[in-house]
């Protein structure tokens, strides 16, 4: 069972190896996707700690690009798994998908609200007129933004408490 960054890096879920660089779902089985989830949520929590605790002011490069490339593991194995929960769905993947989507939900909602993690791109935001920023990632760094305040990133403590429940019940 995958439990770590190294086993991640070599699992099928996340190491993609068949055609065109493609996962080779004739290797997976619906047993596999649990420990993998979990090793990549952790994985993926993990990252954004270090974006919301560095140490060092926010830049686009430590805060929006760390950011924008976290959770690789995370999206790889949600891709394949939602792929086949919608074209090839059995009881087993039904099941997961009861489990897995409420986490995800809890997953996200804790980083939209992570408040460490939104005051650096919120610093971000705010400055964002003296970063000589190129169109592509002034573009990046608003949607970012915007999606965390959406998300409930500017709520009070209670009314994140609220959303990320109503959040996780709806998934």
């Given amino acids: 069972m995958p439990s770590t960054a190294t086993d991640l890096a070599s699992h099928p879920l996340t190491r993609w190896t068949g055609p065109l660089g493609l996962p080779d779902f004739a290797a997976l089985s619906d047993d596999q996707f649990a420990p993998v989830f979990d090793a990549a949520l952790a994985a993926h929590e993990a990252e954004i700690a270090a974006i919301a605790n560095d140490p060092e002011a926010a830049t686009v490069a ?91 990133a500017r709520l009070k403590p209670e009314e994140k408490t609220r959303l990320a429940a109503i959040n996780e019940r709806l998934a």
């Fill in 62 to 152: 430590n805060t929006l690009a760390a950011l924008e490339l976290s959770g690789e593991a995370l999206d790889r194995v949600s891709s394949i798994f939602w792929c086949r929960a919608g074209a090839h769905t059995n009881p087993a993947i039904q099941a997961l998908e009861r489990q897995i989507a409420p986490r995800m939900s809890r997953h996200f909602s804790a980083i939209h609200m992570n408040e460490a993690l939104f005051a650096r791109i919120d610093a971000l935001y705010r400055a964002r007129d003296t970063l000589g920023l190129d169109a592509e990632t002034a573009r990046v760094l608003e949607r970012t933004w915007k999606r965390f305040v959406r998300a409930g």
